[in-house]
């Protein structure tokens, strides 16, 4: 618990806490530009389901591993009971649950928008991974689950069989904002035999980060923790440092929290750890991964801090000539969340996923310009 003191009391508010949080996000519902309502849509059917994540069982924090979920249906979906989608699994950021997410993205509205302006009918899943720290990562940790194979395996196998997909990657796309984002590369990446086509937006945790000037507010906070039902207590911003280090630096021998700070003699190793996980350092192990692609499109708000991280993702696919769209649009990192949920994300996927029942590719997919 010294070593937790010490290092809060010396971190600064890092890019997680200043980016993953903007707007308010850790405290309470961010408002998003919301698109005109489209005449003549018609509804989606919405269906709130539990996912059991094996790959959960276990974890140290004690994140339950049956995980709610939200299913949006197609219009057509009950009336054409022989017809299969492709789907779209969509990665909340952190702080925020599929629930809320859904709320700032204005699902179902922008579901039914995109459809009515022409978007092919698919299936969209917005799976929750809010943890006991507020967010998963979407990464691979003793203490926190394994929250990457949770969406690329749990998920998609029981969207295959209790719904009517296309159960074949170039029908499954993948997208997600903020940490959502980074999930979304992460698991991108890493899954490439699983997901056909890739949207990140405003994706945070690409780039490494370290520890600033002591921050003598927290001391208290931190101190007033000794058992797990103190962390609900402490500041959003002490929060999200945890769960990265729940997620990129677990440790199984230090109860109650299960992982290690970047403090003292053990700083630089740590610090290493959380460096092996931001997606810009690992991205070109994976290049042969994400030329299966499809269709890989990234966008962020011109007035968003991740403007840089995401532009550098951009660099780097351009230099190994990894076809993909990239867009720096006007506002900030949530402001036009659910403008480009229906008027960008949706006819993405709607021109990139096949459609095809068979789940086969008859060729490229149709041009997104």
Request: proline content about 7%; glycine content about 8%.
């Amino acid at each position: 618990m010294t070593s937790m003191r010490s290092f809060l009391l010396r971190a600064t508010v890092t890019v997680i806490a200043v980016t993953i949080l903007a707007s308010g996000t850790a405290v309470g519902q961010v408002k998003t530009n919301v698109p005109d309502v489209v005449p003549g849509a018609r509804p989606v059917q919405v269906e709130r389901i539990t996912i059991h994540g094996h790959a959960l069982e276990g974890n140290l924090e004690g994140n339950t591993a049956d995980r709610a979920a939200l299913v949006f249906l197609p219009p057509s979906y009950a009336r054409e009971r022989t017809r299969r989608y492709p789907v779209v699994y969509a990665l909340h950021g952190y702080s925020v649950g599929a629930e809320q997410w859904s709320k700032e993205i204005h699902v179902p509205q922008t579901v039914e928008g995109a459809f009515a302006k022409g978007a092919r009918e698919m299936i969209v899943v917005v799976p929750d991974s809010k943890t006991v720290h507020n967010g998963s990562m979407y990464s691979s940790s003793v203490t926190t689950g394994n929250f990457e194979t949770f969406i690329a395996r749990d998920v998609v196998a029981y969207m295959d069989k209790n719904f009517r997909t296309i159960p074949h990657r170039d029908s499954r796309g993948l997208v997600g904002h903020s940490m959502g984002g980074y999930g979304a590369t992460r698991i991108g990446m890493k899954h490439a035999e699983v997901f056909g086509s890739l949207y990140i937006m405003s994706p945070c945790c690409l780039t490494p980060r370290g520890v600033g000037t002591p921050n003598p507010a927290n001391e208290e906070a931190v101190a007033a923790v000794k058992e797990r039902a103190d962390i609900a207590k402490l500041p959003s911003a002490i929060r999200s440092r945890l769960a990265a280090a729940s997620a990129w630096s677990p440790n199984p021998a230090k109860p109650p929290l299960y992982l290690d700070l970047p403090f003292g003699e053990n700083q630089q190793e740590v610090l290493g750890r959380w460096a092996a996980n931001a997606a810009l350092n690992f991205v070109d192990q994976y290049i042969q991964e994400l030329r299966q692609y499809r269709a890989i499109s990234i966008d962020v708000g011109d007035m968003d801090n991740l403007k840089t991280g995401a532009s550098k993702l951009h660099d780097v696919l351009t230099a190994y000539g990894i076809t993909h769209d990239f867009q720096i649009y006007p506002g900030t990192h949530t402001s036009n969340m659910a403008v480009r949920f229906q008027d960008f994300v949706m006819p993405f996927f709607s021109k990139s996923l096949s459609f095809d029942r068979t789940g086969k590719s008859s060729g490229p997919p149709v041009p997104l310009k």
